[in-house]
């Protein structure tokens, strides 16, 4: 009986076009380094909300809790994916700056037709052949060298774009306006970063993390000054009551209403209206 090394740390898959869909199930949101190579056809998708049509002799890389839509490929399709966990790779230091890197996030796709492009794809089949082969034609340490000695070369190919943020700040910049426009549609019943982060399709860890680098200010800071402006507002231009609108903003209930306002603004909702009649 034939048995093969245990690379728990390393699968790889070959998919075609009546496949791809399983690929779409396995590469979604997933907590892995993975790397794609397209031999033959096309492939089209949506990463981080933007479109990509990756071409033959082209490699995708796609970071931890990338978020994958749309997965199509045209009819020749031949697409090998090496999903890799983090731990596995660990030791690997130069992927520090890979995988912290937001510019391979949205810039995920390289050609390899240059003469490294030659290395990476025989270097490709070694490994897909030594993954193939028994336990005493193949081990787990031999396989993790060829992986170093790959990702070694695919991340020369992505220097440049770490080198080079401006499609990074152009992207970040529309982030950042179209959640200052879903803050004010929604902002005043939404009070949860989750909701906007399912907007943007973006992860709330990277989204809340964003919103402080921009504009100086954590997400949940935003999020409150958009509800008590609201609150502001009816307290002011309304006679409705603290529980009246306390119910208009979704609140649980008037006391915890009461609390939020206190602790945002530092006086209570009723002080806040007796304050704007005196001042009017």
């Not at 690929?23 to 794609?36: D, V």
């Not at 490709?124 to 081990?139: G, M, N, P, W």
């Not at 803050?183 to 009070?191: A, F, I, S, T, V």
């Not at 209403?257 to 009649?277: D, H, L, S, V, W």
């Amino acid at each position: 009986m034939e048995i093969k090394p245990n690379f728990e740390g390393l699968y790889i898959q070959k998919y075609i076009l009546n496949s791809l869909s399983e690929f779409h199930r396995k590469a979604e949101n997933l907590n892995k380094l993975l790397l794609c190579f397209v031999s033959k056809g096309t492939l089209d998708l949506q990463i981080n909300t933007l479109p990509f049509h990756v071409k033959t002799n082209s490699i995708l890389m796609l970071l931890p809790d990338t978020d994958l839509k749309n997965s199509s490929g045209s009819n020749e399709l031949e697409l090998s994916v090496f999903f890799i966990s983090l731990d596995f790779i660990s030791s690997y230091s130069f992927l520090t700056v890979l995988l912290a890197s937001d510019e391979i996030k949205f810039n995920p796709v390289m050609s390899i037709e240059n003469p490294a492009g030659k290395l990476i794809w025989s270097t490709v089949k070694l490994i897909q052949d030594y993954h193939a082969k028994t336990k005493e034609e193949s081990t787990v340490e031999s396989v993790q060298y060829l992986l170093y000695a790959l990702l070694e070369l695919v991340s020369k190919l992505y220097l440049p774009v770490i080198k080079n943020n401006s499609l990074l700040q152009t992207r970040s910049q529309d982030i950042i306006e179209h959640f200052f426009e879903l803050l004010d549609k929604h902002g005043y019943l939404e009070r949860s970063v989750l909701f906007y982060s399912d907007q943007l399709h973006l992860s709330p860890q990277y989204l809340s993390s964003l919103i402080k680098k921009e504009t100086g200010k954590p997400i949940k800071q935003w999020i409150s000054y958009r509800v008590i402006k609201q609150a502001q507002e009816l307290l002011k231009t309304t006679p409705l009551s603290i529980k009246e609108i306390s119910n208009r903003l979704q609140f649980v209930d008037s006391s915890l209403f009461c609390r939020y306002f206190r602790r945002c603004t530092g006086i209570t909702a009723n002080t806040y209206r007796e304050n704007y009649k005196i001042k009017k």
